[in-house]
Structures are given as structure tokens and as C-alpha cells.
T-cell receptor, first 111, second 115 residues
């Protein structure tokens, strides 16, 4: 059974600082997704990582995938208040087409 | 292009009542899925479908039924609502992992309260 773990689950940080969110998963997969959710809203796609070593960047966010370690990271550079949201990683369980989500990381960036 | 449309957006039920959450997409997506979101639990997969006529169970299928008679629609039925089914429900769709990236597109969500 595929399990997806994110840490930390809650992160409060100052503007201008750097930080990393980690996503570990338990079975083989080479597809991983990152989503953002604002309070009371739906989820929007941030990154799709499709192979070992994949790296994607958008603004102050950068995501990477290490399939051998079963680990993805979402790195935030010089955080700004607008990045406050909940971030989810999700993993494609290739064997049966299920996409399983982590519990999410609630990011609060203090001005 | 409306994307993924969920109805209703809000619903209050009494224990034991039945209801159907509707989900429709106009993107010609083969893959559709239902998740529930509860505080501290992330999103948990209820049921999913890889195409018309095909459905399968996710992580938390008990108490829910689905069918997929058309490519566009994927309704979620609660046969006898229980307070434990109070949650926010999200429908999501994609072209499917076999032919595309599998990136999911989400509806706006349906907030269900069971008294």
C-alpha cells in the first residue's frame, strides 16, 4: 500500500528566509505532483515531476524528485507572504492508477 | 470551457438520508476521481475511474458508491449518510497516467454536513 508522508505539517517562517518541505513515499513511483491550496479554495497544480532527477522551478518555488530515495522536495527561496498556503504532494501508484496525497504542509509566512 | 464542475457546493443532511454529489468535466478526460478532505488528514481517495464503465475503490470507499456511464460525469452517492461523512469533497480529472502526465484538475469542492 502506497503511503505518502510530508514534513513538516506546519511551518511558520519569516519573509526572506529559505526553507524546504519534504515528501517521502513508500513504494516505487516515478510520478510526483505538487499542489497548492489557499484557505477555503480548491487545489491548483504547481509542478509535475515525471522522472528521477527531475527539477522544476516557478518563481520562488523549486521542486525536485529522487526516485531512488523515494523523496521529493519543495524548496522556497526568499519567502514572501503571498506564498502562505497549504502545499500537498501526491504520488502516482503506477500499479493501479491511484493518486495518493500526503497530509499537506500548512505554510504561514510572517511579514 | 468550464473545467470540472461540482454540485451542490453546500449541503446539509440528516443521518440516514441519501444524496448524490455531481461531478462533470468538459475536457474529455478519461480519468476521474473523488477525494474527501478532513482537517489534518489531507486528501483521501474515495473512488476513481479510468474510463466510462470502469470504477475502482480508493483508500476510503465504505459508505460511497460511484458509477461512470459517460466520459463526462462521475457522480458520488451516499446511500445512508453518517456524521463521519461530514467533509469537503473534491472531484478531480485528468487525461490519465497512461497517455499523459496524470496531472489532476480539481473542482471547487462540495461541503457536506451530516447532522
Amino acid at each position: 500500500e502506497l503511503k505518502v508522508e510530508q514534513n513538516p505539517l506546519f511551518l511558520s517562517m519569516q519573509e526572506g528566509k529559505n526553507y524546504t518541505i519534504y515528501c517521502n513515499y513508500s513504494t516505487t513511483s516515478d510520478r510526483l505532483y505538487w499542489y497548492r491550496q489557499d484557505p477555503g479554495k480548491s487545489l491548483e497544480s504547481l509542478f509535475v515531476l515525471l522522472s528521477n532527477g527531475a527539477v522544476k522551478q516557478e518563481g520562488r518555488l523549486m521542486a525536485s524528485l529522487d526516485t531512488k530515495a523515494r523523496l521529493s522536495t519543495l524548496h522556497i527561496t526568499a519567502a514572501v507572504h503571498d506564498l502562505s498556503a497549504t502545499y500537498f504532494c501526491a504520488v502516482d501508484h503506477l500499479r493501479d492508477d491511484k493518486i495518493i496525497f500526503g497530509k499537506g504542509t500548512r505554510l504561514h509566512i510572517l511579514p | 470551457n468550464a473545467g470540472v464542475t461540482q454540485t451542490p457546493k453546500f449541503q446539509v443532511l440528516k443521518t440516514g438520508q441519501s444524496m448524490t454529489l455531481q461531478c462533470a468535466q468538459d475536457m474529455n478526460h478519461e480519468y476521474m476521481s473523488w477525494y474527501r478532505q478532513d482537517p489534518g488528514m489531507g486528501l483521501r481517495l474515495i473512488h476513481y475511474s479510468v474510463g466510462a464503465g470502469i470504477t475502482d475503490q480508493g483508500e476510503v470507499p465504505n459508505g460511497y458508491n460511484v458509477s461512470r456511464s459517460t466520459t463526462e460525469d462521475f457522480p458520488l452517492r451516499l446511500l445512508s449518510a453518517a456524521p463521519s461523512q461530514t467533509s469537503v469533497y473534491f472531484c478531480a480529472s485528468s487525461f490519465g497516467q497512461a497517455v499523459d502526465t496524470g496531472e489532476l484538475f480539481f473542482g471547487e469542492g462540495s461541503r457536506l454536513t451530516v447532522l
